[in-house]
């Protein structure tokens, strides 16, 4: 039997495969590849859609002649991944990506299995009607910890406490401080100094996480004993269309849909020091004249806002009272504290604000005319940011107040 290094120089070699073995955390092993084939007596079902197994790198970031990551899009139509996912989950299975030549028409392996890859499952980062897909980490990558930790989604992405003593971490943060992992959601009604609503006589006691769970626990805007809470991590709203009217035109017209940029289970940045980068656009609505866009810093509690530049053209910072139509504008509307804010460009007819608060985000308000932004597709904006807010010691260790 010829080898793989032989086959490689051939002009026409037989069919090239990747056969995976991911073993789960309850004993199954599914087998994929990207033909129905038996190779050493196991059968590989027909799958792999799509990978990235022939991006190898030569050296990754740790020195490692390895892929670091293995991304696959897995058939789903018949949702035999979405019932494993539900029942046991793709974290922690542990994987094992042979390659060999396979002789399709014989139906037998032509070459020797080498192992390429051994890697440890992550949750799914999608899934639709018709895939699903999945991310691999190679096992001698030391880096356990995914960052950025936050994803962008609909759902608030906020740990909420259960109990009374979690629900004091909520409020105070513990050891940790605003560090603690409660402390985003910060639900605490029954605690001295709390914030939230009551279910009934007793506080809750879970949350599914939805825009409106948290406004029935108070923690979306304003709780029962006005409180303001505005907590909310989620990314739910999205403008409707509305009639509009450009600058000397006769009639009126619906203003134009621009795609979301920042689609959901994108990371949230996280952003230290001082730097240029593209945040991503939340969302865009050209009112016939400006086009207005909110803009998602990042994670966590910024120090501050340099400058904003949209297509090539820097933008000054909105002032009270001063028509900047022609100019354009930006604000911060979050600077990511716990406690969001709302963006007042999008209210509704008693100017109840419609959008979400943003609670430990910072996101920003930009306003452009057409000029600069014609308002049929997403401009490309740049931000000099002050990045995150971080704790500091003095000699003796102990921390200063920021």
Not at 194 to 207: Q, W
Not at 350 to 361: K, T
Not at 386 to 402: I, P, W
């Amino acid at each position: 039997m010829p080898t793989i290094d032989q086959y490689k120089e051939q002009e026409a070699p037989p069919t090239p495969l990747f056969l995976f073995d991911c073993a789960l955390s309850s004993g199954v092993t599914e087998r994929w590849s990207t033909h129905a084939v038996t190779v050493g007596g196991n059968a590989y079902g027909a799958r792999l859609l799509q990978h990235n197994l022939f991006t190898l790198q030569a050296s990754s970031n740790e020195g490692l002649d390895a892929a670091q990551k293995i991304t696959v899009t897995l058939a789903n139509a018949d949702s035999h991944f979405s019932q494993i996912e539900r029942e046991t989950g793709f974290k922690g299975a542990q994987v094992t990506i042979q390659f060999l030549f396979y002789d399709v028409a014989a139906g037998a392996a032509a070459s020797e299995a080498r192992m390429i890859f051994r890697g440890i499952g992550n949750p799914p980062e999608e899934i639709t009607e018709s895939a699903l897909r999945l991310t691999f980490t190679n096992r001698l990558n030391l880096q356990r910890i995914i960052l950025p930790e936050v994803r962008i989604e609909r759902r608030c992405p906020w740990l909420f406490p259960s109990s009374a003593a979690q629900r004091q971490e909520a409020l105070s943060g513990g050891n940790k401080g605003k560090y603690a992992a409660l402390h985003r959601c910060g639900y605490s009604p029954d605690q001295s100094g709390g914030v939230g609503n009551l279910s009934g006589p007793a506080p809750f006691t879970s949350c599914d996480f939805p825009r409106a769970s948290c406004v029935a626990r108070g923690m979306f805007d304003i709780d029962q004993a006005s409180h303001v809470t505005r907590r909310f991590g989620g990314v739910e709203f999205v403008p409707s269309q509305i009639q509009v009217r450009s600058f000397g035109e006769a009639g009126t017209h619906l203003s134009s849909l621009i795609d979301n940029q920042a689609r959901y289970n994108d990371f949230v940045p996280l952003v230290y020091g001082t730097a240029w980068y593209n945040p991503p656009i939340v969302f865009a609505r050209n009112d016939g004249n400006l086009t207005r866009m909110e803009v998602l810093l990042g994670m966590g509690e910024i120090d501050g806002v340099v400058k904003v530049v949209v297509n090539g053209v820097e933008i000054p910072q909105g002032q009270t009272g001063v028509n900047m139509t022609a100019t354009g504008w930006f604000n911060v509307v979050s600077g990511g504290a716990v406690t969001g804010a709302f963006n007042l460009d999008f209210t509704d007819g008693f100017g109840i604000p419609l959008g979400d608060p943003y609670g430990s985000m910072a996101f920003l308000s930009v306003v452009v005319p057409n000029q600069i932004s014609n308002g049929q597709s997403l401009p490309k904006i740049d931000v000099l940011l002050k990045g995150l807010k971080l704790e500091q010691f003095d000699a003796n260790g102990a921390s200063l107040v920021l």
